[in-house]
């Protein structure tokens, strides 16, 4: 936890927080091509549209949507940093917050992480009716 108010993680905050307004943006700008996929569908349905013009436009909305939503997917670990309140720490953030918010900042803040294999004869401590030895883990972190 002591991970959740490092230099570092700070430093990802501000700099999220101008990633939060890009996102909002991004994500009208999805909708508003999704609009536009249907508009699509709509007149080919009717036969406003033939199917060549058809195809091309809705090939074009179609790759704009995806790319939209990739850039998406590449903002929305920074908003979850930059919806931590005004005043409010990390740590006191991750005990107040749902477990959705909590899977993101983890996917934030860790790359991956490792779990060794046990040492034979090694005496492992007991956690109620299971031995974890927090020694064996590994985490690589993004940040």
Known sequence: MYRLDSDDLSRHIDSAIGESTALAKLLQERELQKTRLT???????????????????????????????????????????????HGKT??????????????????????????????PGKIVPMYKEWRFDSELVRINWKI
Do not use: H, M
Request: glycine share 2%; no cysteine.
């Open 90 to 119: 990390v740590q006191d953030a991750w005990e107040s917050s749902d477990l959705s918010w909590k899977r993101q900042l983890v996917d934030t803040v860790i790359d991956k992480i490792f779990i060794d294999p046990k040492v």
């Open 39 to 85: 508009e699509i569908l709509n007149l080919y349905s009717t036969g406003e549209l033939e199917f060549p013009e058809f195809k091309i436009a809705k090939t074009i909305a179609a790759e704009r949507t995806r790319r939209l939503s990739k850039q998406i997917d590449a903002t929305w670990s920074q908003s979850t940093l930059a919806n931590i309140p």
